[in-house]
């Protein structure tokens, strides 16, 4: 059989997929490149229900529909815990954050995250929370871009046979083509459509295991009592049916906690509040976002475990060690290229959505909060630039995605931490404590980087029995207990109230 015979209908989805996302960037870049408003944040003009599905569908990347689906493969229906922390994640995010930090962005006129801690936190030392926290972003970034295109170039060559390198080269730099073309017009709307096929897709993933063996009745006789090994290779038995049998309750908590707190911190998720319309398009959003989040992750999150039902003993054994690789193995397996084709298209979407946003934000960071504050520059400057800071960006990391230095889940998770220990108090801060100080701002970034760092690198697994501890939880304590008691020691250092009045308006 040819190569065009046995994956001729995949690529037909794959290339009306593409087709549809080249379109949605090419009429949007003359309105994107009318200056750094348009570019930036769309000129705050986009309907709640764009955002609520973009906000969706960058928050949950390749890394969950293929990183986290495959992690149940190991650790059973337990991990759909996972997804409900990171629901209740983003109802905090949307009930307690976007509404204050939409109107203080615009009392403000802050295009980006970090120019708001600059703005916010106002002082003759604010600019360097600007700067650092632009590094800390391109820092955690490159870790979350590699995890995504590992995860799409891993998928490519399971379902296409594509080499792992060219398929990470294309999926890094179609995303970057239309990301430049569009800005955050491109963005949000080429999100959105993502996101209603990631929607679709998400049903579809749980149903194919089904399908494939018959049915509920027969996926649970086989799961009841599984042969196959564990990853310290005892059988499974009934592990995959029982909560909390193969994974434990700290390390659910702990990928829960560092990629859910990511829709509190993270700047390719902040942002979207900006560009929000109104308050009828931010009570939408903030209503339907944890529906189509909820839905689709506890679909996702159970897969793996039922890809056991399909797979033999000898794939479960080598599956249970290469957990990125279980979605591909079961498309494989189904082998119904009609499925395979539209489940490629959402699966595209989920990394081209995250991969957009943060190509976005990183060339922000470069241009708009190292660059212009050490250099200002024009409008038309700053937009050229950002551009090409996008492509030089995205070369180092497609040349991270080619030596990755761990699974997608951890990568994801890594960065997550970075974000939430080094963010989550600045920003909670700036919304809500007109106490808060430069000084404690800054102290606040550079402890939950160094514990993130520290932690990982020199503890976690080098010592005994504190593999399972994962860096958010002391990171992102300590960065909280030093905002509060910097900013408390510093209080004379908090902007005066002319300024708090400006950034805190009637929410006294």
């Given at each position: 059989?040819?190569?065009?015979?046995?994956?001729?209908?995949?690529?037909?989805?794959?290339?009306?997929y593409?087709?549809v996302?080249?379109?949605?960037?090419w009429?949007?870049?003359?309105?994107?490149?009318k200056?750094?408003?348009?570019?930036?944040?769309?000129?705050?003009?986009?309907?709640?229900?764009?955002?609520?599905?973009?906000?969706?569908?960058?928050?949950?990347?390749?890394?969950?529909?293929?990183?986290?689906?495959?992690?149940?493969?190991?650790?059973?229906l337990?991990?759909?815990?996972?997804?409900?922390?990171?629901?209740?994640?983003?109802?905090?995010?949307?009930?307690?954050?976007?509404?204050r930090?939409?109107?203080?962005?615009?009392?403000?006129?802050?295009?980006?995250?970090p120019?708001?801690?600059?703005?916010?936190?106002?002082?003759?030392?604010?600019s360097?929370?600007r700067?650092l926290?632009?590094?800390?972003?391109?820092?955690?970034?490159?870790?979350?871009?590699?995890?995504?295109?590992?995860?799409?170039?891993?998928?490519?060559?399971?379902?296409?046979?594509?080499?792992?390198?060219?398929?990470?080269?294309?999926?890094?730099?179609?995303?970057?083509?239309?990301?430049?073309?569009?800005?955050?017009y491109?963005?949000?709307?080429?999100?959105?459509?993502q996101?209603?096929?990631?929607?679709?897709?998400?049903?579809?993933?749980?149903?194919?295991?089904?399908?494939?063996?018959?049915?509920?009745?027969?996926?649970?006789?086989?799961?009841?009592?599984?042969?196959?090994?564990?990853?310290?290779?005892?059988?499974?038995?009934?592990?995959?049916?029982?909560?909390?049998?193969?994974?434990?309750?700290?390390?659910?908590?702990?990928?829960?906690?560092?990629?859910?707190?990511?829709q509190?911190?993270?700047?390719?998720?902040?942002?979207?509040?900006?560009?929000?319309?109104?308050?009828?398009?931010?009570?939408?959003?903030?209503?339907?976002?944890?529906?189509?989040?909820?839905?689709?992750?506890?679909?996702?999150?159970?897969?793996?475990?039922?890809?056991?039902?399909?797979?033999?003993?000898?794939?479960?054994?080598?599956?249970?060690?290469?957990?990125?690789?279980?979605?591909?193995?079961?498309f494989?397996?189904?082998?119904?290229?009609?499925?395979?084709?539209?489940?490629?298209?959402?699966?595209?979407?989920?990394?081209?959505?995250?991969?957009?946003?943060?190509?976005?934000i990183?060339?922000?960071?470069?241009?708009?909060?190292?660059?212009?504050?050490?250099?200002?520059?024009?409008?038309?400057?700053?937009?050229?630039?950002?551009?090409?800071?996008?492509?030089?960006?995205?070369?180092?990391?497609?040349?991270?995605?080619?030596?990755?230095?761990?699974?997608?889940?951890?990568?994801?998770?890594?960065?997550?931490?970075?974000?939430?220990?080094?963010?989550?108090?600045?920003?909670?801060?700036?919304l809500?404590?007109?106490?808060g100080?430069?000084?404690?701002?800054?102290?606040?970034?550079?402890?939950?980087?160094?514990?993130?760092?520290i932690?990982?690198?020199?503890?976690?697994?080098s010592?005994?029995?504190?593999?399972?501890?994962?860096?958010?939880?002391?990171?992102?304590?300590?960065?909280?207990?030093?905002?509060?008691?910097?900013?408390?020691?510093?209080?004379?250092?908090?902007?005066?109230?002319e300024?708090?009045?400006?950034?805190?308006?009637?929410?006294?």
């Amino acid at each position: 059989m040819s190569y065009l015979q046995q994956h001729g209908i995949t690529l037909l989805f794959i290339a009306l997929y593409v087709g549809v996302i080249i379109y949605i960037g090419w009429v949007f870049r003359k309105r994107a490149s009318k200056g750094v408003k348009e570019y930036y944040l769309a000129e705050r003009k986009i309907p709640g229900w764009v955002v609520s599905l973009a906000f969706f569908s960058t928050f949950i990347s390749t890394s969950t529909y293929i990183g986290q689906a495959g992690e149940s493969f190991r650790f059973g229906l337990s991990w759909a815990y996972v997804a409900l922390i990171w629901v209740v994640f983003c109802i905090i995010s949307w009930q307690l954050m976007a509404p204050r930090m939409r109107r203080q962005s615009i009392r403000l006129q802050s295009l980006t995250v970090p120019d708001y801690f600059h703005l916010r936190y106002r002082s003759n030392f604010s600019s360097g929370i600007r700067v650092l926290s632009s590094a800390i972003i391109l820092f955690a970034t490159l870790w979350y871009m590699t995890g995504i295109a590992k995860g799409c170039a891993h998928l490519l060559h399971s379902v296409l046979d594509l080499d792992y390198g060219a398929g990470a080269f294309i999926l890094i730099f179609f995303t970057c083509a239309y990301t430049i073309a569009g800005g955050m017009y491109g963005v949000m709307w080429t999100d959105a459509v993502q996101g209603v096929l990631m929607f679709g897709v998400a049903v579809v993933m749980l149903w194919a295991p089904f399908a494939y063996v018959g049915g509920w009745d027969e996926m649970m006789v086989r799961l009841a009592d599984l042969q196959h090994p564990d990853k310290g290779g005892s059988p499974i038995g009934d592990g995959m049916l029982v909560m909390g049998s193969l994974a434990t309750l700290f390390y659910i908590l702990a990928i829960g906690f560092s990629i859910g707190m990511k829709q509190i911190s993270d700047p390719k998720l902040i942002i979207r509040f900006y560009s929000i319309r109104d308050k009828a398009s931010m009570r939408f959003a903030m209503i339907w976002t944890p529906v189509f989040l909820g839905v689709s992750l506890i679909c996702v999150m159970c897969v793996g475990a039922f890809v056991h039902g399909m797979v033999g003993q000898e794939e479960a054994a080598y599956l249970i060690g290469h957990t990125d690789e279980v979605v591909g193995v079961m498309f494989a397996k189904l082998n119904n290229p009609w499925v395979s084709g539209i489940c490629m298209m959402g699966l595209f979407a989920a990394g081209m959505s995250s991969l957009a946003s943060v190509t976005l934000i990183a060339g922000t960071s470069i241009v708009r909060d190292i660059w212009h504050v050490w250099k200002p520059m024009t409008d038309k400057a700053m937009v050229n630039r950002t551009k090409v800071s996008m492509v030089l960006y995205c070369v180092i990391v497609f040349l991270f995605t080619l030596y990755p230095p761990a699974g997608v889940v951890e990568m994801s998770s890594f960065a997550g931490s970075v974000f939430a220990a080094s963010f989550f108090p600045t920003i909670f801060g700036g919304l809500y404590f007109r106490w808060g100080t430069d000084l404690g701002a800054i102290s606040s970034m550079v402890a939950g980087v160094a514990v993130n760092l520290i932690w990982r690198f020199g503890i976690r697994f080098s010592v005994a029995g504190m593999e399972q501890v994962h860096e958010i939880f002391p990171a992102f304590l300590l960065s909280l207990v030093v905002y509060i008691l910097v900013s408390k020691r510093t209080a004379g250092r908090k902007p005066d109230e002319e300024h708090l009045a400006l950034v805190f308006g009637s929410e006294n």
